[in-house]
């Protein structure tokens, strides 16, 4: 049976945010794992098995990305997902670039605030995302998940972030990265901005689900940027 290795990170406690879905959803997903559909021979979980590593990270320029690279040291993963939170969207924001800048308005957990710094003096101006965004896309329609695409994840740590493991990414032909944030949490599907817990959660488990068929079996359809 295929061994398939999952790490998903979420940052801690936001100010003002009472439950953060970047950090809920990370560390549900890694309790209840990914269930095979039973008798569905288009399951991308069939036959395999999925180890899922959830990682708390600090809202920090500094710490952020050498806490997620110990866990990737560790695990040894085959897909990352980094998730963080954009308090003023209506569904799920799949980003599909990382800008190598730190333009900070607000200080982070370490009192930093770069402003338009570059992340790497002597890396590219941007990296594309390794998750296959249309076929997350195709399966958030058909399970009623507000979702869009993203191409500003803005200058703050969760891009800062982005940008480091899609840098790291680069060099490792096998392994599947990106960036999914997750809107404020909401006890209404109605309500104009946010999502409920069990929909965030959902949408989570089919990011890690799509790119584990994307990694199965490779298709230029799968990939959507513009």
């Not at 003002?16 to 990914?34: C, D, H, M, Q, S």
């Not at 963080?84 to 730190?102: P, Q």
């Not at 803005?154 to 809107?183: D, E, I, K, M």
């Not at 409920?196 to 689900?209: D, E, L």
């Amino acid at each position: 049976m295929e061994h398939i290795s999952v790490v998903i990170s979420g940052f801690g406690p936001y100010d003002g945010i009472e439950v953060n879905p970047a950090y809920e959803v990370p560390e549900t997903i890694a309790a209840r794992g990914l269930h095979a559909g039973s008798g569905d021979y288009d399951d991308p979980l069939r036959d395999v098995e999925v180890s899922i590593r959830a990682v708390r990270l600090p809202i920090s320029f500094s710490n952020a990305w050498p806490s997620l690279l110990k866990a990737i040291e560790a695990s040894s993963p085959d897909i990352v997902i980094a998730t963080g939170l954009k308090r003023a969207a209506r569904g799920i924001l799949l980003e599909r670039c990382a800008t190598n800048l730190m333009d900070a308005s607000r200080p982070d957990a370490d009192n930093a605030l770069p402003s338009r710094e570059p992340i790497d003096e002597q890396g590219p101006a941007a990296y594309w995302t390794r998750l296959p965004l249309r076929s997350i896309l195709a399966d958030f329609t058909k399970q009623d998940i507000p979702a869009t695409l993203s191409s500003d994840a803005g200058t703050f740590v969760c891009n800062s972030l982005f940008y480091s493991l899609l840098h790291w990414a680069a060099s490792r032909q096998r392994v599947l990265a990106g960036f999914v944030n997750f809107p404020m949490v909401t006890q209404s599907q109605r309500a104009q901005r946010g999502l409920p817990m069990s929909q965030q959660v959902a949408a989570g488990q089919n990011v890690i689900r799509e790119a584990i068929r994307y990694y199965r079996q490779p298709s230029s359809s799968d990939i959507l940027l513009a």
